[in-house]
């Protein structure tokens, strides 16, 4: 497992000979962040996300209670699993950090063995709550985003262009005469195809932000943040051709002898005021008339 790879674990305690000792503890197994009171731990925790916060609950300034509240008042740190560290050994503190949300409590001194086997119980459930996430937001069968993973990304994405006034385009693309391709090629072979056509158009998308994904049947969407119509038309017209460079036989087709694609799209500019809603029935439109102008063809809106 590589350095970027291992788990992060944030270790707030007042203490220096603790936070000495538990960073020393668990540096073979996972990424350590240290800090020394509730205000470090607050801004470690925005700017590294670890996966876990072992959280002393005495601390001068902001004790542990208050630095948990904090954290889950803040949405980019609410969801991080805290364990509570404290020298109290009376159940009511232990009761009282549970009902905040805290997934566990270790009593000091503590013991480097039980540390160990619940930080390794805890990070367990957070990879396997992830991997449970990233299932809910991929299409079986493409493996691309699914809708509703489009449906957030697209929101956020959205209103983020609204406020900050940069581009955003969408592009929603379909197979043309996919359901002749079914029917003369049985479905095995149309999902072969689809999945193929998914592939390339997810590695036809140039920036970390872009995102691919399924929005039904044969139906993929693409998302551009930060990409303007000249240059969305551009990325689209590249996947359309490697899309046809494929040479996915369609003897059905009434279009082409292989696969294409037909493409509706649309960019919000600066000055554009309409809702997320309205631009994406705009690309819906344009796709429209991609496809009644003869398919096999990019009709594009502008903003």
Same mark, same amino acid.
């Given at each position: 497992? +590589? ?15 603790n936070?000495?000792? @538990?960073?020393? @503890? ?6 350590v962040?240290?800090?020394?009171n #509730? =205000?470090?731990?607050l801004e ?9 916060i ?5 601390m001068?300034?902001?004790? #542990?209670y208050e630095?948990?509240?904090q954290?889950?008042?803040d949405p980019q740190?609410?969801h991080? $699993?805290?364990?509570f ?6 159940p *009511?503190? *232990? %009761?009282n950090?549970?009902r905040m949300g805290? %997934?566990?409590?270790? %009593? ?7 540390v160990?086997?619940r930080?390794?119980?805890h990070?367990?459930v957070? !990879?396997q709550?992830?991997m ?7 299409d ?8 509703r993973?489009?449906? *957030?990304v697209y929101e $956020?994405?959205w209103?983020?262009?609204?406020r900050?006034?940069?581009?955003l385009?969408? %592009?929603l ?11 003369h090629y049985g479905h095995?072979?149309g ?5 193929a056509?998914a592939r390339? $158009?997810?590695?036809?998308?140039r920036?970390p932000?872009?995102? =691919?994904a !399924?929005?039904? #049947?044969?139906?993929?969407?693409l998302?551009m943040?930060?990409t303007?119509?000249a ?7 590249a996947?359309?051709? *490697? ?9 059905a087709s009434?279009v =082409?002898?292989?696969l294409?694609? +037909?493409? #509706?799209?649309a ?5 554009? +005021?309409?809702t997320a +809603? $309205?631009m994406?029935e705009?690309a819906d439109a344009h ?5 009644? =102008?003869?398919?096999n063809r990019?009709?594009w809106?502008?903003?």
């Open positions: 497992m +590589s350095f970027d790879d291992m788990q992060k674990v944030l270790v707030a305690d007042d203490d220096a000979i936070r000495m000792v @538990l960073g020393e @503890l668990l540096k073979p197994e996972y990424t962040i240290l800090a020394k #509730g =205000a470090q731990t470690r925790a925005a700017r590294h996300a670890p996966d876990l072992l959280l002393d609950l005495m001068p300034d902001m004790d #542990g630095t948990l509240r954290l889950r008042a740190t609410a991080i $699993a805290v364990i560290i404290s020298g109290l050994d009376r *009511e503190d *232990e %009761a950090g549970l805290v %997934a566990d409590y270790i %009593a000091k001194p503590f013991n480097a063995t039980v160990m086997a930080v390794a119980l990070l367990q957070v !990879r709550r992830r449970l996430e990233r299932l809910a937001h991929v079986g069968l493409t493996e691309l985003a699914n809708r993973r489009f449906d *957030e $956020a994405e209103l983020r262009a609204s900050s006034k940069r581009p385009s969408l %592009a693309l379909d197979i043309d005469g996919f359901k002749l391709y079914n029917d095995p072979a999902d072969r195809a689809l999945r056509v390339t $158009a997810s590695n036809g998308m920036r932000a872009d995102l =691919a !399924r929005y039904g #049947g044969e139906e993929l969407v998302l943040p930060d303007d119509a240059q969305a038309q551009q990325v689209v017209c996947i359309c051709s *490697e899309i046809a460079q494929l040479m996915i036989e369609h003897a009434t =082409a002898p292989v294409t694609v +037909s493409v #509706g799209g960019t919000l500019h600066e000055h554009g +005021s309409e +809603s $309205a994406f705009a796709l429209y008339q991609a496809k009644q =102008a003869g398919r990019i009709v809106r502008q903003g």
